[in-house]
Each structure stands twice: as C-alpha cells, then as structure tokens.
C-alpha cells in the first residue's frame, strides 16, 4: 500500500548503503542480500558473474517470461569515501530533515532501493507485460559490470520494449548523454644525469608536447558550428586530466605518463577525436624519439569507453517516461551512463530518469531526499499500472 512505501524504502536503503561496495571490492554481499529479499516475495533471478567470481550483475524478470518487457536499471558500486570529510559514517543511514545521507544514496541505491521497494505491487498487479530489474556494478569505472549482462540477454533472445536508467536527475527525462573515450599515453625516454641532459630524452617533454596538442584541439572543438543547445556544455570536450612523471631534479625524466579524454556529443565522436589525437602523436612525436634511441616512444592503452545516447524525442520510451513522471520536459546532460550501452549492445531504446542531484554525486555527506524516493515511486507505480493493462 502506498502509505508503507516511505518505511520500505528507508529499510531497504538502509541495506544497501551498509553494504561497502565502492568499485575495488566484492558486491556479492550486497546481491545475496538483494536475492534473499526477492526469495521473500517468490521472485528470482539470474546473476551473471564476472571472471574473478567477486562481482555479480542480477537479471530478473517480474511477470510474463515470454512477451517483451520494461526496464529498471540501477549499479550497485559507489564512489570511494576515502579523503572525504564525512560527519558520519558513510555506510550508514543518517536521516535528518527529509535528507537521507550515506554513500550510494543518490548515485544510486536510492533508485534501486525504490524499485526494491516496489516488487509486492509488481507482483499484486498481476503484470501481463514484465518488468525487468538490471542491477549491475562497476558502472563507476566504466560501465563495466552491464556488459556482460545485456551481452548474456541478448544470447537468451530477450528484448526489451525499453529502459529507465536510474541515475540520478531529480526525476527529468533524460535523452541523451555525451560518450567518453579515455587513454593513456606512457612516455618511454632515457634516463641521464642533469648534468649531461642532452645526452638523453625527456620524456616530460615530449609528453608536454601532446598536452600543448590536447588543448589545441579542445579549443577547436568549442569553436566548432556544430552545437547541441541541450547540453550546458553544447559541444564535445577535449582535456588532459592526470600527468605523472620524473623520479628526481638531478635525473632527466624516462617515463611519463598522461591521461586524457574526451566526452562526444556524437555516438563515435569520442573515440574519434581520441584516435586522432594518438595518429598525430605516433606522427609527429614518436618518430623524433626513436629517431635518437630506438627503444623510445610512446605505449597508448584504452582506460575507458562508453557510448553516448542520443534518443529520439518523440520516441515511444521517451513518451512513457514523460507519462510516468507527469511532465513533459526533456533535457540532456554531459555526464555518462549505462543506457548508451543499452541501446548499442542490446537495441533497447533508453532514456535516464532517477532520483537526486548530480550535485550530490560522489560528494562527502551525500543525500537524496525522501520526495525524491517517493516521486520515483510513483513512477513506478504508473508504470506497473501500465505493465498491469498489457500495452506497453
């Protein structure tokens, strides 16, 4: 009944964020947890397990097994807490004024909390179309955990009509999010004493030369005419983000290494832009390396790709999440997540809509407030009501 949805949720909550899951350690803890409380309502589902055995992504479908269905996606890792100045701990739930804080409250167990939370209703409904739970990890470092999860539903023929990724939005219909692509770039030199350094090769320097390059491009990229208004940042963004290198000032520098990315308003742009930008170094920068050391040059290596989304407005799923959220606005937002993989891998059209403020994303005291909670649920809700009339 909709009167006990506030204590189901905060209970389950509250589970979830006990549960340390940042993205370096096991969540199965967390899946055995949430497969228990599924057993509880005589629901199951499939865990897809990864190669270590450590983490699991749980699949399972809530109604009729062979019509095509809806999806509600959430990731079970978090952000570390490490360096932060929390007032509590993060790993339990602290309530205070309609907030509830804890790390993963907004990004994102507060979603799956909610969907938990919902199962009695999915089931008194009697669905007569399915919606599915993908609950995933390891979304924090690239969107890991999900692909192996919609690679296994595609093997099974399953094919959704749809999914709702509930990363958090204040409950806005989300179309579309930009793509990433990040490298690598390890600078190989040769080591001298300052004293004789010309004798060797800096590889800081020959890195400073692709950073210069980096920034070149990114300004271009702003300039470029061709401009997404949607986004507060309204084209693609090119940027160095780490730089390590040297050992000591007296030693002329073998190694440095640099990280960059890029996040594409385009479905490929990303790595196109990065891939770019590795031909010119391979171009105009190793070939002046080897060219006094044979051993030197630079080692590029993928760090991370996701695809952007880019769904059609006046798409049906678009249309439903507008139904279910009772507005009609859309927007689209430069941070990355899991439903451009959704459509690429498996061809399920998606949008993103969830609870809480990016704002509070991976921040010390993070919160979601309990009208959020209460807003996705009746989202859910009219889609289970939906789901229950068999027209989705």
């Known amino acids: 009944m909709p ?39 005589g629901v199951s589902g499939q865990r897809i397990v990864d190669e ?4 699991a992504a749980l699949w399972v479908t809530i109604g009729p097994k062979d019509k095509a269905g809806l999806v509600l996606s959430g990731h079970t890792d978090v952000v570390p807490v490490a360096g932060q100045d929390w007032t509590h701990n993060p790993f339990e739930l602290v309530e205070r004024d309609g907030k509830l804080y804890g790390r993963g409250t907004t990004d994102m167990k507060g979603f799956v909390a909610v969907c938990l939370a ?22 924090e470092i690239g969107c890991v955990g999900v692909r192996p999860m919609l690679r296994e539903i595609v093997r099974q023929g399953i094919k959704p009509l749809g999914a709702f990724i509930g990363e958090p939005t204040q409950m806005q219909v989300i179309i579309g999010h930009k793509g990433k692509h990040g490298v690598r770039a390890t600078f190989r030199g040769l ?5 004789i350094a010309p004798d060797g090769i800096n590889a ?12 070149r491009r990114a300004e271009l990229l702003a300039a470029k005419p061709e401009r997404d208004s949607l986004y507060d940042v309204p084209h693609s963004t090119l940027l160095t ?59 590029f290596e993928e760090i991370l790709d996701y695809p952007a989304l880019d769904t059609k407005a006046d798409h049906a799923i678009v249309t439903l999440a507008k139904q279910f959220a009772g507005r009609n606005d859309d927007a689209k937002v430069a941070f990355g997540t899991e439903a451009g993989l959704f459509d690429s ?19 010390p005291d993070e919160f979601v407030e309990m009208s959020q909670l209460l807003a996705c649920a009746d989202f859910v809700a009219r889609l289970i009501a939906h789901c229950a009339k068999g027209v989705a």
């Not at 080591?191 to 004293?195: C, T």
């Not at 800081?204 to 920034?215: G, H, T």
């Not at 290198?245 to 030693?251: C, D, K, Q, R």
């Open 52 to 55: 270590t055995g450590q983490k």
């Open 345 to 363: 891998l498996a061809g399920v059209p998606s949008v993103v809509i969830g609870t809480g403020s990016i704002a509070q994303a991976h921040t």
């Open 204 to 215: 800081i320097e020959y890195a400073a030369e692709l950073i210069v390059e980096i920034r």
């Open 3 to 41: 009167s006990q949805r506030p204590d189901r949720i905060r209970k389950l909550l509250a589970d979830l964020v006990a549960f340390d899951t940042v993205s370096d350690r096991s969540n199965l803890p967390l899946i055995d947890h949430v497969e228990k409380y599924l057993a509880s309502h």
């Open 191 to 195: 080591a001298r004493h300052s004293s």
């Open 118 to 139: 919902m199962v009695p209703d999915m089931i008194a409904a009697d669905l007569t179309t399915p919606i599915h739970l993908a609950i995933s990890y390891d979304e």
């Open 241 to 299: 983000s780490i730089v390590h290198g040297g050992a000591a000032l007296n030693i002329v520098p073998d190694t440095c290494v640099v990280e960059f990315e890029c996040r594409g308003i385009g479905i490929t742009e990303s790595r196109q832009v990065t891939d770019a930008v590795i031909a010119w170094a391979r171009a105009e920068i190793e070939p002046r390396m080897r060219e006094r050391y044979p051993d030197c040059g630079v080692d």
